[in-house]
């Protein structure tokens, strides 16, 4: 087993091993793991071919942004590999590929990006007419990542809650737990949610010192303990945040684990107050070949080695936007990577106290320098050149760390409707104006100190109790000023792409989307942020936005040559993270009434069918055909069940006036005890209805409708009377009775013998 | 490899300043308003003409509808103005070298009683009395044409039938408003985006100008192509009351697979229609939110909705995920139908709206007819079932009865 075991901070147990098969092959992977960071201890580099040409992809995240990791897991298409726990005996393969992932007979496509610029099928295979036809079904083929089958079948238990709170926490990093922690503390019910299987966010995986030599990590499972022990708290990990709705309403989707009753559970929280604290993920450095296997992101190398206990390579260059890039090298340099440079964008403004770690160390620190280039297949080498592209210097190493900055998770505050607007000094796109009962905290506010995003997480959370009618000001106040004690917001890099005009810098990963369509698109018209991403469908796939999200308006703002454009954020739509149907289906809602002889019939086999509110039985033969049944009903008697129809009693001075103007015939004509079949009639007269009225005595009625209008007929009574002051009542009976139709020619027979009395044909009359 | 070879990547529509003055001003950058605004300038000359949008071309119904054509529709009157457009997609494309990318794979309009098989055959006799070709297929004949439906009698509601229509299908929908756009921009006419209509000036009854939040424009015609915000514009800027309602309508896509669905499905007992995009997402959608609103905000409760719909009819579905859903507005008549209309009013005023959640099949074949209206004053037999005064003569259409079960109540 080639994990690092000693690490205190691992999530994972390398004494639990887990085996699963990939390309028919026996792999081991431990209990913890992902699907993608098992594959990754097992050397597999290459996990899937990309979209349009059919490039290699590798692990680059490890939170799902991109579909680099979308595997085929149990024959279900586009399961993401490097957000699904590895469970013991799944059978795992590459999609998309026509051969293996390491060699796909269509990697040529790859050399064809000329033929293929921006909105290439807008503009052609049109002519000659004939062409369209053809190319149609194979550009079907070649769209589309996972394969499906049409009698597949997923397996496992769906289930949903509807959980009420008054607190609802998305995100459970510092700043989610402390505002968690805070709102708690002032007596409410508190819903925390966190995607990840564990709560701790970017301290879990971490060693620097918090405060007074406690570390990062250490701090971090001290809050969940915190938590563990509030018992106004409840807790969902692993449960993704998806949608956000009118008055708070939150949607979720939990993954079950070994213990659980159910496999994914839908979650539909109904919250009076609201705090985001989602953190960030990492905004993509922009470079030649800048998504080949083997080019990973900061936190993705820090936490495989640190959470899952995996070195990520061997030679590492770091190509950096912020300090969490510093902490990284030095980190992983002290577990044995090699690292000959880190790179940072920025020329200065690191923190000190790392620079100097980095100096001990002997890593060679290069501002304002930047990576321009990965070279080979899975990463060789790589070309690193100052900002301003005067020189470049080539570096042999198997991993190339890069990210350009952090991009803030403010989706959940986009659907939330929140004001978000592009801020200079951090780079980022900030709420400046949030709706009542929503409160935001964190690193995504741009914080970058620990003792002030948990600072900020507890402001939340008491402005979220008082959203809740626990009002303390002086709580609040407190809180507030301690965190204007605290280091404010951090400047961001402000570099969007490398100095180097290349072909295949990819703004997105999932549609194959580079610089250089989003060049052309501009170019050819589409200068407005949400149309160029129609146009080159850039942060339209899976991965919904997690990459180009931030970099595509930044990249859009800085080469639309207009001047005034602001930089404006694209639209973001619910799922967040894309959720099964079946988890959003969950267990199958019928509600539906029953008539009072329901199990009899089904007893008897009755083939029970929905009709309008009610089930009812359709038929009870073995085929749609019933014979057997039809013939029973000619030429013996047979027993209907017609109890759902609409059963109403009219009476009053005015009653039989009423029914007058509803029914089509001469109702007065109706004597004491007997029963006329009519129908009722729109205002264009159409027929609308029909059924029998019984008058029981004078002005009091019996009358039954059709199952379809039994919910209406009291309104539609009333509604058709409404001028004219008369004095009737009306009940609807028609849950109150249960009806049986007898027909056939023995039908007199049976009715006798339930009516114990002889009837016959001419006293019915 | 000629087919592949792509022109310089030349700029589709220009920007220009606003003129002060135009022959024709279109409010509203949407399907109609580009394809009348096209229609005008390459059929009959007319190319000082502004398209005015608030926003960016095809933001409202234009990009957010699922792309589904079709000329089944239910009266005589409504099915020639469809069949027409359905026929004008391979034209277009040729027209405005640009690849609609029409996938002509056909409907099956999916029965869940006898009842609605009588129904539907009423449909498909005025459809092929027409000349459309729709016919009833049983069950099994469903499978066959699509091997993921659930035909089984388990269900909640078990499929007898279906009404099949071959000729319709999808097309790409920004494909549409992008070639229309770039056709009429390079025929003379401007486009403005980010330009609000904030008012209308008429004098002696006829149209004179149009502000704008970028300046004023004199011209003697306007038409109101605004999607969901026409009657809004109607009743504030002329006074003038449609008999509309707006409500919101919600969409769905999953994420991207290899082709599994070679047909548009639509059931109108489980509120749920699905058809695979030329991406490979599975595109589904249904009915309209129950109250009117100008909103287009999601709700929680339509994608489960959905999902559960998906899961009975086409339950391999259940392993693939949804990935983004969206809303756009449906502009509601009380008969389903549109208002097409003109000079009536107001002299140089038209009108065209209304369509609901019909927009898109029709906005060819309307372009066409309205640039002809508007061109000549003349209003072809085509367009006059669909005046503004049907509804105060009490001359409704009956398309309500279109699609089993739908109603604007639903």
Known sequence: MNRLEKLPTLRINPAHPISFTYKNKTCQGVSGDTIATALYANGIRIFSRSLKYHRPRGLYSLDGESCNTFMEVDRIPNVCAETTRLRDGMTVNAQNVKGTPEFDLLGFLDKLDWAMPAGFYYRSLHKPAWIWPIALKQVRKAAGLGKIAPDFHIPGKYDEIYPQTDVCVIGGGAAGMSAALAAARQGLRVILLESRPWLGGFFDYRTVEYAGGVPLYRRARDLVQQLEQTPNVRIFTHTAMIGAYHHNLITAFQKGTETDHFDERYIEIQAQSIIVATGCIERPLLFENNERPGVIQIGCAHRLAYSFGVLPGKRAVFSVGHDLGIEAAIDLFDLGLEIPCLADIREDGQDAYLVARLAERNIPLLRGWIAVQAHGKTVKKATLSPIDGSQQRDIECDLLVASAGMTPVTAPLSLLQATLSFDDHTGFFLPIKLPPQVHAAGRLLGLTNSLSIEASGRLAGISAAADCGRQDVSKLNEAREELSRLPGPQRGSKLVTAPLKGRKTFICFDEDTTVKNIRQAIQMGFDEPELVKRFTAAGTGPGQGGIPGHNLPLFIAQTNSDGDVKTKATTVRAPLVPAFIATYAASKHDMCKRTPVHDMQEKAGGMMRRIGVWQRARYFSQDLSCREEIENVRNNVGMLDASTLGKFRIWGPDALKALQRMYVSDISRVCEGKIKYSAMCNEDGCIIDDGVIVKRAENDYYFTTSTGRAGSTVEWFRYHTRYDGWNFYMVNLTDVFGVINLAGPNALRVLEKVADTYLSNEALA | ?410
Request: contains cysteine; hydrophobic residues 40%; charged residues 15%.
């Open chain 2, 1 to 410: 490899m000629g087919f592949l070879m792509l022109k310089k990547n030349k700029r589709f529509w220009q920007r220009v300043a606003l003129q002060s003055h135009y022959d024709a001003v279109i409010i509203g950058g949407g399907l109609h308003g580009l394809a009348t605004a096209y229609f005008l300038a390459r059929q009959h000359g007319m190319t000082n003409v502004a398209v005015v949008e608030k926003e960016y071309i095809g933001f409202g119904g234009a990009g957010r509808n699922t792309a589904i054509v079709r000329a089944n529709q239910r009266t005589p009157e409504n099915i020639p103005l469809y069949r027409e457009a359905l026929e004008l997609w391979p034209v277009l494309t040729e027209e405005l070298d640009f690849n609609l990318m029409f996938n002509n794979c056909g409907n099956l309009n999916l029965m869940h009683s006898e009842a609605a098989m009588n129904a539907a055959r009423m449909n498909v006799a005025t459809a092929q009395f027409h000349g459309v070709e729709s016919h009833l297929i049983d069950a099994r004949q469903c499978k066959e044409l699509v091997p993921a439906l659930n035909i089984s009698e388990d269900i909640t509601f078990p499929i007898i039938g279906a009404m099949y229509h071959p000729p319709g299908g999808i097309l790409r929908h920004d494909a549409v408003v992008w070639g229309l756009a770039k056709s009429a921009s390079r025929l003379g006419v401007h486009i403005h985006q980010h330009t609000e209509t904030t008012s209308i000036g008429v004098e002696n009854h006829k149209i004179v100008s149009v502000d704008t939040n970028r300046g004023k424009i004199y011209t003697p015609r306007v038409l109101l192509a605004a999607g969901g915000y026409s009657a809004a514009i109607s009743y504030a800027m002329l006074g003038i009351k449609l008999p509309i309602s707006v409500l919101t309508i919600q969409a769905m896509v999953t994420q991207p697979l290899k082709p599994i669905l070679d047909h548009v499905v639509s059931s109108g007992a489980y509120h749920a229609y699905a058809n695979q995009t030329l991406k490979g997402e599975i595109a589904t959608g249904a009915h309209m939110d129950p109250w009117p609103n100008y909103t287009t905000h999601t709700t929680a409760y339509y994608i489960k909705h959905q999902a559960e719909a998906l899961a009975e009819l086409l339950p391999c579905l259940r392993g693939v995920k949804f990935m983004r859903h969206w809303a756009g507005l449906a502009d509601m008549t009380p008969d389903m139908a549109p208002i097409l209309d003109g000079n009536d009013l107001i002299e140089g005023y038209y009108m065209d709206c209304g369509w609901g959640y019909f927009g898109f099949k029709s906005c060819a074949a309307t372009g066409k007819y309205m640039a002809q209206f508007m061109a000549s004053g003349q209003c072809s037999d085509i367009l006059k079932p669909f005046a503004l005064r049907r509804f105060a003569q009490h001359r409704l259409m009956g398309e309500t009865a279109a699609l089993v079960n739908y109603s604007p109540d639903n």
